[in-house]
């Protein structure tokens, strides 16, 4: 009885209850945009982060993560990098040494970062400077004398594929010593200052110039299928491979800009959704409250002749819920060509690039193209709001209904 008076009572103002019903399926669409944006874009930032060098996770030298030099390292890597691989969700993982280097051409020499990596383990899924490749090759042994660097370091240094490299670094006695490469392949990531400072060197031969054992590495990076998994799958990791001598750090800890970068941006995401949840609120409030203010004589009749204020109290509850389901309907309806569109195709933001710094966002590369993903947790959570402030909008108005006296009511005119 009450579910259909509810209903038979929404749709008296028809107008004003089609515009309350669209502003809650305006919410949700900026809502799912908001939230789908922030799900794929985070996702995008801190796994292209990862494949830059340190994984999602790391296994290193204990204090490495403070202070990062060649002396510090971790034995048995290979045996960490297998037993790490066994954990659930870990889909690849690699040894790498990874320090600062002066290389030097024929004209001129330049300080950068250096990865020495083993090309049997990289893959371009793994590794941004392999997608990024646009001439010569990878790496094809792990002691050859190959290199690969960036677009604008082979800028700087004026040489080609084929032309000799002299990089030099700092072994594990705090000795100067140099190793000449042979460029063999050019990446271009589109990040001036990745491009121009950094370097892959065979790890193999940079073992044997920094005087490393043959298992020894700087990291271990471990690479995962879910980052929002991260702090779970670390903890495993940890209980596996860890140890006194070693840090096992997730890459909160260790790219700690972009994970500063993603909180404050995820803060501010996180403000423009409860904005938008004021907005649906105050349209369900002004809906549910006008009504109950045309109709006080009404409520006096219904309250005289035996209703309960109880009942009355869930009648005025029960038209903002169907207020939320009707908006909730047409949302989905509003929100899918866009969200069907965004996710497949996204929105190119290239000619807003002047403005991007080359794509990046705190040295790490962005997708210029706008695209949304939903994670299961977020769609619960646009839901779940919904229907929150649906029935906290119509509380007020519902107590207002019924602690109203028949008497009183039925004075209204």
Request: glycine letters at 10%; a neutral charge.
């Amino acid at each position: 009885m009450l579910i259909k008076l509810a209903w038979r009572s929404l749709w008296r103002r028809k107008r004003r209850t089609f515009i309350t019903c669209f502003t809650v399926a305006g919410g949700i669409l900026l809502s799912v945009i908001f939230t789908g944006s922030g799900d794929y874009t985070y996702t995008q930032i801190i796994d292209t982060s990862a494949t830059m060098g340190l994984g999602h996770i790391t296994v290193e030298p204990k204090g490495y993560n403070d202070i990062p030099t060649l002396q510090k390292r971790i034995s048995n890597a290979s045996n960490a990098r297998e037993e790490a691989l066994k954990i659930p969700r870990v889909v690849a993982a690699a040894e790498r040494i990874t320090g600062m280097a002066m290389f030097a051409s024929a004209a001129k020499s330049v300080g950068g970062v250096f990865f020495a990596v083993d090309p049997a383990h990289e893959t371009p899924k793994i590794n941004t400077f392999l997608r990024a490749m646009v001439e010569g090759e990878m790496l094809s042994e792990s002691d050859g004398r190959q290199i690969v660097i960036g677009a604008k370091m082979a800028e700087k240094l004026k040489i080609g594929l084929g032309r000799k490299l002299v990089y030099t670094m700092t072994d594990v006695d705090g000795e100067i010593v140099s190793e000449v490469g042979r460029v063999s392949g050019i990446f271009k990531t589109g990040v001036e200052e990745v491009d121009g400072a950094f370097a892959l060197i065979p790890i193999d031969r940079v073992r044997k110039v920094l005087k490393y054992a043959p298992d020894e590495a700087s990291l271990v990076a471990v690479f995962i299928d879910d980052q929002r998994k991260v702090d779970e799958v670390g903890q495993l990791i940890a209980a596996q491979v860890g140890n006194s001598d070693r840090d096992v750090l997730t890459w909160k800890e260790t790219q700690k800009e972009v994970s500063g970068m993603v909180k404050v941006d995820r803060t501010g995401n996180y403000l423009s959704q409860f904005l938008v949840g004021l907005l649906i609120a105050a349209g369900i409030l002004n809906t549910i409250f006008m009504s109950v203010l045309e109709r006080q004589r009404e409520f006096g009749v219904m309250l005289a002749v035996g209703m309960r204020p109880g009942s009355l109290f869930r009648l005025v509850v029960l038209e903002s819920l169907f207020i939320a389901i009707v908006g909730l309907i047409m949302g989905i309806i509003l929100t899918a060509p866009f969200f069907f569109y965004l996710y497949n195709y996204g929105l190119d933001l290239r000619q807003f690039a002047d403005n991007m710094e080359g794509y990046a966002v705190g040295g790490t590369m962005i997708d210029p193209v706008m695209k949304v993903r939903l994670f299961k947790e977020s769609a619960i959570a646009i839901l779940s709001g919904v229907f929150g402030l649906t029935i906290l909008a119509g509380l007020y108005p519902a107590w207002k209904a019924a602690s109203q006296a028949p008497v009183e009511s039925l004075k209204t005119i």
